[in-house]
Structure formats: structure tokens, C-alpha cells
């Protein structure tokens, strides 16, 4: 009986840490936006398999979402996902919508490279294109810039500079439009929220958004990509009426009727297989 009592209260005592540590792990979670297993597993000094247990029993308490790598907040707040829970949605159209608009680069051109999954299966189709060389890529995205890093020497990669968005691994203001402003690069790809003929080209977060008007100013040719999910929806943050982009490059699955509407607003539009 004594000895019943004593493994009792050895459970209690081996569950008070756990639960302080989760507490912990959710607060990272809900300040970062997004926290992978390992980033948690070093600054709280226990092994990866204690951490995804931990993620487990937050996301049973419906306080978290696992997602590929990590875990972000239950709500993210006007329906921004994080990078990592983007990555496998709508990825076969990503791909495909990556390797047409890499297909617009050529020899020697200048690239402004936004955020996002999309942009980032345009770098990955352009590291693929070994007939390109003597390109120049400037990304605001961390990821996008390591993606990109396999086609060194080939291209030259330049970061914008600025302040770090964990959710999206991207750098905003301030420090990155005023770098963008010194540049005129020949092509800039731009990813967004929603794409829509009358209320234009709109993002959820306003700092990227801002960037991304910059961006669209600092390119001979401004093209958006975007997958379907994105036709026909605005959200907050204008990147700027449909008048200002040269082409979007999106799936072939794109809704015929908001394609036609778009064409008729005087955006060329080119389908990609997938």
C-alpha cells in the first residue's frame, strides 16, 4: 500500500515538469508564429522525440497545429498560415506554376524573387535550369535565398536586409524598400493572398504587402504567381490593382471564369500544367 502511494506521487512529481515545459513550448509557439522540433529541443535542452510528444498533447488540447517540422498556433489571426503549413497545399500546381514562370528567365537577366511557397518552387525550377547563368537574384525570403544557393557561382544571390518575419522566414521593412528602390531588375515574381479583376492583387500581412509594392515598382516586368485557391479573394493588404502586373502565372485548374475576367482587365494569363 506504502509502496503504491510513493509511485503515486513519483508520477505527480515527473508530470509537473512536463507540464511546465509544455506551458513553455506553447508560449514559444504563440510569440513565434511557428517553432520547429529542433529549435525547441536545443533552447530547452531535451531530445526531439520529447518535444513531439509535447506537441502531441497540445494539439489533442486543440491548442496547436503539427505541421511539417513543427507546430504553429491554433489561430494565426486573419487566416495567415505559416510557411511550413503552406508547403503541401496545392503543392503539385506550386511546382508546376514554378517551372513555367522560371521558363521566363534568361541569360543574364535580374530577378526580384518574393516570399512564399510559390516563389519558393521558383527558385527550386530555376536551380534546375542549368542553361541559366550570369543571373542575379534578390530575395527578401531566407528560404528562398537558400533554396537558390545550389546554383552558385551561376547566380549571384542577394537578401534585401530588414527585419526577420518568423511565419514566413521574410524580411520587411524597416531596411528592405529602401534597398529595393535602388534597384530596376528585369523580372520580379511576386506571390500574394488573393488575386482578384476588380479588387486587384492583395495580401493578408501589411508589412509584406508593402514590400511586395516595392517590389513591383523595382521591376521592368512585375508577374505574379499564384495558384487557383488564390483567383477571385482580396484580403487586407493591397499590393496594387491588376493594371500594375504584366502576367500571372498560375495552374490550369485556375477558375475559366475568373481567368477570362482577368484577361479582360488587361492581365495576360498563362496556364501551367501540372
Do not use: W, Y
Not at 495567415?80 to 506554376?97: D, G, M, N, T, V
Not at 493594371?243 to 485548374?253: C, E, K, Q, R, W
Request: charged residues 25%; hydrophobic residues 45%; glycine residues 8%.
Amino acid at each position: 500500500m506504502v509502496l503504491s502511494i510513493v509511485k503515486a506521487f513519483e508520477r505527480v512529481d515527473d508530470a509537473a515538469p512536463a507540464l511546465a515545459r509544455r506551458d513553455r513550448v506553447l508560449r514559444m509557439i504563440t510569440e513565434r508564429g511557428f517553432l520547429r522540433v529542433t529549435d525547441a529541443a536545443l533552447e530547452l535542452g531535451v531530445s526531439g522525440v520529447t518535444v513531439r510528444s509535447d506537441l502531441a498533447a497540445l494539439e489533442a488540447a486543440g491548442s496547436v497545429i503539427r505541421v511539417h517540422g513543427g507546430a504553429m498556433p491554433r489561430s494565426q489571426g486573419l487566416g495567415e498560415q505559416s510557411f511550413e503549413a503552406s508547403l503541401e497545399e496545392h503543392a503539385a500546381a506550386k511546382r508546376a506554376i514554378g517551372r513555367r514562370a522560371a521558363g521566363l528567365v534568361q541569360r543574364g537577366q535580374s530577378v526580384l524573387l518574393d516570399v512564399g511557397t510559390t516563389a519558393l518552387a521558383v527558385a527550386h525550377a530555376l536551380v534546375e535550369r542549368r542553361d541559366l547563368d550570369d543571373v542575379l537574384v534578390v530575395t527578401n525570403g531566407l528560404t528562398i535565398a537558400l533554396a537558390l544557393e545550389a546554383a552558385m557561382p551561376r547566380f549571384t544571390v542577394v537578401v534585401t536586409g530588414g527585419t526577420l518575419r518568423p511565419l514566413q522566414h521574410s524580411l520587411v521593412n524597416p531596411f528592405a524598400s529602401p534597398f529595393l528602390e535602388t534597384l530596376r531588375a528585369d523580372l520580379a515574381f511576386i506571390g500574394c493572398n488573393g488575386v482578384d479583376p476588380d479588387r486587384g492583387v492583395t495580401n493578408v500581412n501589411l508589412p509584406e504587402a508593402e514590400v511586395k509594392r516595392r517590389m513591383v515598382l523595382s521591376a521592368e516586368r512585375p508577374i505574379l504567381v499564384a495558384d487557383a485557391s488564390k483567383l477571385g479573394r482580396a484580403r487586407l493588404g493591397s499590393v496594387g490593382p491588376i493594371s500594375d502586373f504584366d502576367t500571372l502565372v498560375t495552374a490550369s485548374d485556375a477558375p475559366p471564369e475568373i481567368v477570362t475576367r482577368l484577361r479582360l482587365a488587361g492581365l495576360s494569363v498563362v496556364l501551367a500544367d501540372d
